[in-house]
């Protein structure tokens, strides 16, 4: 595969199973000092995955779930923000500006943050009340996987996700299972970047536990890391507006989850069979998971598409386009 | 001014500033009886116009407040949504099958709904416990101060919106002032629409309680109503992606709020300045609200930019188009 080193994936893959010890510890040590609310809080691709969590809980979780921008949040507060409130955080470097603004502005108010963090040492961390390492040198899978861990045991403590331990269980098998789709997928990716890569505009479509999937992709990497031109719509939004933009020759990208929302990206499928010829439907449903119960499917289709899309799709494009993806032309280079 | 009907524009607003006492009742009902959260849920314009609530709402009241799109919350439910919530839903037509639809769920399972509805006798009202009859021929401003006079009523009688009394007196001038907002952007509207009506791809950034506006206005009316290709994105977001779209000849139109995020949109105009020569910034705080307070003003420029984009900039891309306002090829034309 291209760009893939698949000893030093399943290593990270690994390495990143190995918290689920401490991502336990941590999530008991919350349970015990008890909450009222959760709030997700941070910025661009780190909220984007949280997103999906989000969606996820709400059919979940009786507690109250709550997702903001950091840069917003320190602006405005949230009234139902406090200090029995517990905010989850994250940031692959560590230093992402607005969120380590936001974790000191919650550090000075008493609200207790859990953070993902992808750097040693880095200035998140020292911020943070908890900290989960997020070790792995890339992969967003690996995020959600230590998310999800998070997540899902503070809800088994409240008997809210009874197979927590089957599902933590199982989760070893996942890295092994997205080494699979990945090569399943090669050549398709080969194939949608080698048709698509010149195109000036694409339509993304998901929807639900889907949607942060949608957003991460076509903005932090179509046009972040590509400069293509892109349109990110909910599957039902889309047909609230940007479905008059279909025509035969607008590609569509439409991602498939596997939750209860999927009748929604059904019916996109459906219009845009009829009025595009450049329909690309990523089905996570055509990925198997060896070893993980099906009830668990809908939980992990985000990281089977994240790992076709950011570590697959994306270098396919850069191949194409000749457009090395860690080239910025304004983001991070100088202060703005 | 194009296309406007100053008379039928002002009777719009007298009829709906009518309904003040209608709704002050609803409210009055709704905090008697009691609600644990609310939520609201629509779809497209309907849900867009709610999410700058939403987003006043969260620093104003410890009522925990959801947004849901009506198509997803029927699939998956919400463990926030119970018989203790009440449900806000609008539809101009009154017949939005998305929103019929979820009115009838909410019925079902026991959930209070109070609905804005733009047409008598529509099934929408059949199926609400409360209709604030929407009867203004046009103007979303019309459907803001409906949903202000509600939401605030709620809040002052929870003493929350203490100026409650003040605001609402102040608002029956909101309509007069609006027309000389038109009066004023109306050559401006004129310039932007005969400069960038061509334009085959726009950018629309804003945040907080602007953001329904930029979501609104660029898929349900640039997209949906010209065809023409859009990305919207937040200004907290836009750093984190789009901004590497950016370029000379690049449009950008940024729409200034008033509130507390305000300076993340400084930030955005101040980026753009330098990277492109197509900045386009709708500031509502070049409008005047005589009459009005200032404290009011961050909550009611989303009134100010919905009728200078909503109802003045589409018609003058309209008259540079020449693509109908009123015509689609795939929206309520044939079952989808």
């Known amino acids: 595969m291209l760009k893939f080193d698949e000893q030093l994936y399943l290593k990270d893959g690994k390495t990143t199973y190995e918290t689920r010890g401490k991502i336990e510890q941590i999530a008991d040590e919350i349970s015990k000092e008890g909450y009222k609310n959760i709030f997700f809080i941070s910025v661009g691709g780190s909220i984007a995955i949280m997103l999906p969590v989000v969606e996820m809980l709400k059919q979940l979780t009786d507690v109250p ?85 998070l997540v899902f045991r503070l809800l088994a403590n409240r008997n809210e996700f009874p197979k927590y331990n089957q599902f933590a269980d199982q989760l070893e098998k996942l890295p092994e299972n997205l080494v699979k789709a990945k090569q399943k997928f090669e050549p398709i990716a080969d194939e949608i970047a080698k048709n698509y890569y010149n195109e000036p505009y694409n339509i993304w479509v998901g929807d639900g536990e889907m949607w942060g999937e949608v957003y991460l992709f076509s903005m932090c990497v179509v046009e972040e890391m590509q400069w293509i031109r892109t349109k990110a719509v909910s599957s039902s939004e889309f047909f609230h507006g940007t479905l008059e933009l279909v025509s035969d020759n607008v590609p569509v990208f439409l991602v498939k989850g596997e939750g209860k929302r999927r009748v929604l990206d059904e019916r996109v499928e459906k219009f845009c069979k009829q009025y595009t010829k450049k329909l690309v439907v990523i089905d996570t449903k055509d990925y198997e998971l060896e070893g993980i119960d099906d009830d668990f499917r809908w939980i992990l289709a985000p990281t089977i598409s994240t790992t076709l899309l950011v570590d697959r799709l994306a270098f396919h494009y850069e191949k194409y386009t000749g457009h090395d993806l860690d080239i910025r032309r304004y983001y991070r280079q100088f202060d703005y």
């Open 65 to 149: 779930i709550y997702a903001e921008q950091a840069a917003e949040v320190v602006l405005t507060g949230h009234r139902q923000l406090t200090k029995d409130s517990i905010v989850i955080m994250s940031s692959k470097s560590g230093d992402t500006k607005e969120t380590v603004r936001a974790a000191e502005w919650c550090k000075e108010n008493g609200y207790r943050v859990v953070s993902l963090v992808g750097t040693p040492d880095a200035p998140l961390e020292k911020l943070s009340r908890w900290v989960i390492p997020n070790r792995a040198k890339d992969g967003v899978e690996f995020e959600y996987m230590e998310l999800f861990m």
